[in-house]
T-cell receptor, first 113, second 111 residues
């Protein structure tokens, strides 16, 4: 069975600073990896996904993530955050048949001025 | 193109009542997922429908049920509501490799 661990429940950071949100997964089979963002009082929005190919994936709003198979990680990064990036971020894993997405518990990113 | 739409946006029910939540997927998507987002518990998988059939369900009691209609829209029914059912219920549709696209959710409050 898959499981997804987001190691940090909250990450405070100052505006224009870099940020990394960590995600580790456990799976014995090949998986697809996703990051979603949830702004206050909204649904989830897809940020980026890794299906195959290059391990460095670029998404919307300047975010990128790197798939590391040996460390079973898919950490999300942004070199310079904005106040508008304040949101909750979810890492998710899915197998090829997409019967369900396994979500991490979420990381609240709080960008301070 | 319209996204995933959910109705109602807010729902208040009393304990013991039934709640019905609705979801319309993105046009062309045949899979619909339901998730519960309770305070402090993250996203919990509820149900997956595809092509009108229930394909998988999460670890929830049978009073959580649903169905998918021929036009791929879906209903989630929660019977005998309990206070702890208060949560944001999110619906997502997926065409497969693109990932899941979520609606804005229905906030269910049980009093």
């Amino acid at each position: 069975a898959q499981s997804v661990t987001q190691l940090d429940s909250q990450v405070p950071v100052f505006e224009e600073a870099p940020v990394e949100l960590r995600c580790n997964y456990s799976s014995s089979v090949s998986v697809y990896l996703f990051w979603y963002v949830q702004y206050p009082n909204q649904g989830l929005q897809l940020l980026l996904k890794y299906l195959s190919g290059s391990t460095l994936v670029k998404g919307i709003n300047g975010f990128e993530a790197e798939f590391n198979k040996s460390q079973t990680s898919f950490h999300l990064r942004k070199p310079s955050v904005h106040i508008s990036d304040t949101a909750e971020y979810f890492c998710a894993v899915s197998r090829s048949n997409f019967n369900k997405f396994y979500f991490g518990s979420g990381t609240k990113l709080n960008v301070k001025p | 193109e319209a996204g995933v739409t959910q109705s109602p946006t807010h729902l208040i029910k009393t304990r013991g009542q039934q709640a019905t939540l609705r979801c319309s997927p993105i046009s062309g998507h045949t899979s619909v997922y339901w998730y519960q987002q309770a305070l402090g518990l993250g996203l919990q998988f509820l149900l997956w429908y595809d092509e009108g059939e229930e394909r998988n369900r999460g670890n929830f009691p049978p009073r959580f049920s649903g169905r998918q209609f021929p036009n791929y829209s879906s209903e989630l029914n929660v019977n005998a509501l309990e206070l702890e059912d208060s949560a944001l219920y999110l619906c997502a549709s997926s065409p497969g490799l693109m990932g899941a696209f979520f609606g804005q959710g229905t906030r269910l409050t049980v009093v």
